[in-house]
């Protein structure tokens, strides 16, 4: 018999997908031990499962998925060829759509008017805290994005607005939001994207100054501390409306110690998902859970629990580190709603993890 872990290594399927496979009646173990509840799958389910997972990847419906493999284990090839055709049909009629779709959509774009190009052609010249400027960077940085197909999140956004400076960055599975004071704009609102490695060469700038000089000129941005500075072109890019991205739905805000709650997030359990890949490889998820006495823990894998958030791992640690505080806000909904990271001194300073569905 093979354990539920070893069939999910094997077969491609997470074991949480195995779950709930097996509660939907399409992949039902061949034994479940009465004290534990633990599964044992019999070696001929094997194939079985590994043909689920190529139909999970095809994204095809659960009923057909149930049929499908009735018609292989009973050897109804018919059957299976009918329903394979009949999906890869709705799946080219479903792209022909979203084409179609697309196409109108870029169509409306071309021919709108685009309100934030002045946000993008004016100029601003205003003094920053360089400590306060510096921590800001250091708050969002990790959240840029570095995927070439997405070029306009390759940078940090540099939002002026009143004695404001916000720089916002992401990468679509998270968004990072901070915030330095300044003086001497009295002028329009004006946001520019600063690319990744002009931002990492006006950070190593701001090491001894109080004070520096930011200078926004149409496409060029600069930054002067001292007799040294750190200049180049903006991206010519629209950035995402953050404003919005950042309403993400009330959830229980729990307090945590940073060092106890990074440890166990680094030694505690995880899951290996397809669902979300960065760099073209599968991420460890950390799946969270609040206990009634307002504890955050890192659950292990054979938890059921229906309120469990996961999240990746790396991502969770990285914006743990970000925060740059021995206690912050978690604010934890539904399994499926971005997780917040705020400042307890500083809630408009906060990170934003997009969660990773559980449930297969």
């Known amino acids: 018999m093979r354990s539920i872990g070893e069939m999910a290594q094997d077969s491609g399927l997470s074991v949480s997908a ?38 999970r990847r095809a994204a095809m419906p659960l009923a057909d998925i149930r049929l499908v493999l009735a018609g292989w284990s009973g050897a109804d090839t018919d059957l299976v060829r009918q329903l394979l055709q009949a999906h890869l049909r709705r799946l080219e009629g479903g792209l022909s759509d979203a084409r179609s779709e697309f196409s109108t959509l870029r169509a409306h774009l071309d021919h709108r008017e685009n309100p934030m190009t002045s946000l993008r052609t ?23 994005s570095a995927d070439p197909e997405l070029p306009m999140l390759g940078g940090v956004l540099f939002d002026i607005e009143g004695e404001a400076l916000r720089v916002v960055a992401t990468d679509r599975y998270r968004m990072a939001v901070a915030h330095a004071g300044t003086t001497g704009h009295g002028g329009p609102r004006v946001q520019v994207i600063v690319p990744a490695p002009l931002v990492d060469a006006m950070r190593a700038l701001l090491t001894a100054e109080e004070s520096v000089q930011l200078t926004v000129d ?17 991206l010519d890019h629209e950035f995402p409306d953050y404003r919005r991205l950042m309403q993400v739905p009330a ?4 307090l945590v110690d940073v060092p106890d709650f990074r440890a166990a997030v680094r030694t505690g359990p995880v899951r290996t998902s397809d669902a979300r890949k960065q760099d073209g490889m599968s991420c460890e998820l950390s799946v969270l859970g609040v206990t009634a006495d307002g504890t955050v823990t890192v659950r292990e894998d054979g938890d059921d629990d229906p309120h469990l958030v996961a999240v990746n791992r ?47």
Request: aromatic share 6%; glycine share 10%.
């Open 122 to 144: 004016a100029t601003a010249r205003l003094s920053v805290s360089a400590p306060g400027l510096a921590a800001a960077l250091d708050a969002v940085r990790f959240a840029a």
């Open 251 to 254: 959830g229980r805000r729990v």
């Open 314 to 360: 790396a991502f969770l640690l990285d914006a743990l580190t970000a925060g740059a505080r021995d206690k912050l806000l978690l604010e934890l909904g539904a399994p499926t709603s971005p997780i917040a990271i705020r400042r307890p001194d500083d809630e408009a300073t906060c990170s934003i993890l997009m969660p990773v569905r559980l449930d297969g």
């Open 18 to 55: 195995l779950r709930f496979y097996d509660r939907a009646g399409v992949l039902v173990p061949a034994w479940v031990d009465p004290v534990s509840g633990y599964r044992w799958y019999d070696p001929g389910q094997l194939d079985e499962a590994r043909l689920l997972a190529r139909l």
């Open 218 to 234: 149409g496409d060029r941005v600069t930054l002067l501390a001292g007799d040294r500075q750190a200049g180049g072109q903006c």
